[in-house]
């Protein structure tokens, strides 16, 4: 062997299996199937883990709700109205604005939250471990490490807020994270989904949550159209040019059919589809996801093992 082909040889086993320029994945799967054994137990070892997760994990349901709009409410205002309106200085309801639309957008309003904490009976069944039935009060959950784990990762900069009873701030949390909306351009409805290990809590929530928004923009249109037929009536008594009061009778029935259809004790904005449906099937965890997650993860760790134990020979 020339010294050339020899300092070559030499400059290969000092870089490694990594090599100095990148990873050389030839050499790390000849390590790995060299160190079989080793990687074999690891990924054994994730398998049981994840198995074992398997059996304790919550299984989580898809808790599923179909709404569309109420097409009666769908009015829309004609040029006259506008000008009218913009002339009187009033906003009239349904001018140029989609009820239903305005509805959808208010599912994650302070307001669905207020309305979802004001059932306490509801609170208490989201938050079980947070309400201590025998003192009737709520109190915070007891736990022996947490106090140690805020207090190593505060020292990161992590910030712990007090622990104060649920309210709307943790309900609104709440509907920010699990709340699913999903609408089809096709149909006109909108899918509502909460994923949650207790499905009927999740139906109730949704279930409280449209049925509050649903009344909240009745009253809100009802009494809207109640101060604007006030208006027009006393215009309609001092008017006399006859364009201008035929404007006022055309505005005047527009929110008398407002406000009929806001008193009929029918839904309003909203039509729910049926009652709230729970998936037959756990949506997580999903067991060959996670079995293959920890094939894949045990095999990494193995042959990163297995490449460190040939590093240190």
């Known amino acids: 062997m020339d010294a050339k082909t020899r300092d070559a040889t030499v400059s290969t086993a000092e870089r490694g299996p990594l090599g100095s320029h990148g990873l050389d994945l030839s050499e790390v799967l000849r390590i790995a199937r060299r160190e079989k054994i080793t990687v074999l137990a690891v990924i054994g070892v994730f398998l049981v ?93 007891p736990s022996s490490i947490r106090r140690g784990i805020q207090l190593v990762l505060s020292t990161f900069g992590f910030y712990f807020p007090p622990w104060a009873p649920p309210g709307a701030s943790r309900v609104a949390d709440y509907l920010k994270d699990e709340l699913k909306i999903v609408p089809d351009s096709k149909s006109g409805t909108v899918t509502m989904e909460i994923d949650s290990d207790r499905p009927e809590v999740a139906q109730r929530v949704l279930q409280t949550m449209i049925d509050s928004m649903d009344e909240r923009m009745r009253q809100r249109d009802l009494k809207r159209a109640t101060v604007d037929i006030g208006y027009l009536t006393e215009r309609l008594a001092s008017v006399s040019v006859e364009d201008y009061r035929r404007a006022l009778v055309t505005n005047l029935v527009q929110q008398e059919k407002q406000r009929m259809l806001a008193s009929a004790p029918l839904p309003y904005v909203s039509d729910v589809l049926g009652n709230p449906m729970v998936s037959s099937r756990p949506v997580s965890p999903v067991p060959l996801a996670v079995l293959v997650a920890a094939v894949v993860l045990g095999w990494l760790v193995g042959v990163a093992i297995a490449v460190s134990r040939h590093k240190r020979r």
């Open 49 to 141: 883990a994840s198995i074992l997760y398997l059996h304790v994990a919550k299984r989580k349901y898809a808790v599923r709700m179909v709404v569309t709009g109420v097409q009666s409410n769908q009015s829309s205002s004609s040029g006259t109205l506008d000008e009218i309106s913009s002339l009187a200085g009033v906003d009239l309801p349904g001018a140029g604005n989609s009820q239903f639309k305005l509805f959808v957008g208010a599912l994650r309003s302070p307001y669905a939250a207020q309305a979802v904490a004001a059932d306490q009976e509801l609170l208490k069944a989201m938050y079980p471990r947070e309400w201590s039935a025998s003192e009737g009060r709520w109190r915070q959950p």
